[in-house]
């Protein structure tokens, strides 16, 4: 090589950088799309399958639908369609528990598309009267499609439970109505979120976990979880039989201390963790949430947010922080890509935006 052509590398690792995206998924990849909803979880995936006569085709899922806001709900729309054809079909939907920044775009997706099949927890909302409101309108969109419907308030679906959507396996790790007697005293937000449904998506070897808003320690401001409580002391108890060990991990509760308690992280061994995290006044991702994956061997080049730049307060994770920042959402969503051989590539879908555009 010659010292001109040398010379031209910085320039062109520039030029990458600058217009870097994410991970591009193939026709027979499995592509998911982790959407910056702010505070709350959203995701897409597009599954592959091979149709009746042999061609290509997909199958989708969506997991958890985002917040509840007019513009909200149509910029998660607008995220979910850039995935999934309006003209197609999505055949799973689940809603991992009633709180309004989980269901909050769900009657806006089933307006948009057909949905063949939910999961739901179906335990009503009864808390705060904008949780009920949006649960109501939920409910009722629900009612009003012709989706075959699993509610855990009417029936069990035990953990182990698969489903098969082409070369995909959806395995549910843990999913109730209300928390299990066994699962002993839970304060109340706890016992709002700890029966979260939990699903493991597997395809070619590879595997990513949602968890919702699973619960595993006591406190939500005093970092001391050496005994997992609840749906992770539930997924650890049955780890012999339910595998728990995935490649990505979307950590749990939006970066809270009161999830990813160390034996879950270690149970998990994620390779890759994203913290699904807004803009909002809990201070998330928590430093002592992050330590955890980072103690258990996770690179900091590995552990991605949807609100890069935020800073909402001192206890935040500071990495990427810009002083001062409010991160916008809708602008970090996240992708994961598994090949068919099993090669996995995780990447923002976007090259990080000055912070005129980022910040409020
Ligand atoms: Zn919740």
């Not at 810009?322 to 970090?332: N, Q, S, T, Y």
Request: glycine fraction near 8%; charged fraction near 25%; proline fraction near 6%.
């Amino acid at each position: 090589m010659s010292k001109g052509a040398w010379s031209l590398a910085p320039l062109g690792l520039f030029a990458l950088t600058a217009f870097a995206q994410g991970p591009v998924a193939g026709d027979g990849d499995l592509y998911i799309r982790v959407i910056d909803v702010g505070h709350g979880n959203a995701a897409v995936a597009r599954m592959p399958a091979t149709g009746e006569s042999g061609e290509r085709d997909h199958h989708y899922l969506v997991y958890d639908t985002g917040r509840w806001e007019d513009w909200e709900r149509q910029a998660t729309l607008e995220a979910i369609e850039q995935v999934v054809p309006r003209s197609d079909v999505i055949d799973f939907m689940v809603l991992s528990h009633a709180d309004m920044d989980h269901i909050g775009g769900a009657a806006a997706i089933l307006g948009a598309y057909q949905v063949d099949k939910i999961i739901r927890a179906g335990k009503k909302a009864t808390v705060f009267q904008s949780d009920v409101a949006i649960w109501e309108e939920t409910d009722r969109a629900i009612k009003a499609e012709s989706a075959k419907v699993l509610d855990l308030s009417e029936q069990d679906v035990p953990a182990g439970t698969r489903f098969q959507f082409g070369e995909t396996t959806l395995t549910l790790l843990s999913g109730f109505a209300v928390p299990p007697e066994e699962w002993g005293e839970l304060q109340p937000a706890h016992q709002r979120n700890a029966p979260t449904i939990v699903i493991r998506l597997e395809f070619a070897g590879r595997s990513v976990l949602f968890t919702g808003d699973s619960i595993g320690c006591r406190h939500y401001e005093i970092d001391d979880c050496d005994e997992p409580i609840a749906t992770e002391k539930y997924m650890l108890g049955n780890s012999d039989s339910v595998e728990i060990r995935s490649d990505v991990i979307v950590a749990p509760h939006n970066g809270s201390i009161s999830s990813s308690s160390p034996a879950f992280v270690a149970g998990v061994a994620p390779e890759w963790v994203i913290f699904q995290s807004g803009s909002a006044i809990y201070e998330l991702p928590r430093t002592a949430t992050v330590e955890r994956y980072i103690r258990a061997g996770v690179l900091p080049s590995r552990i991605l947010r949807t609100d890069r730049g935020d800073h909402e307060g001192p206890k935040e994770w500071p990495q990427g922080r810009i002083e001062g920042c409010a991160d916008v959402p809708f602008d970090d969503h996240i992708d994961i890509v598994i090949t068919a051989s099993g090669d996995l590539a995780v990447g923002y879908s976007q090259p990080n935006p000055p912070p005129e555009q980022s910040c409020n």
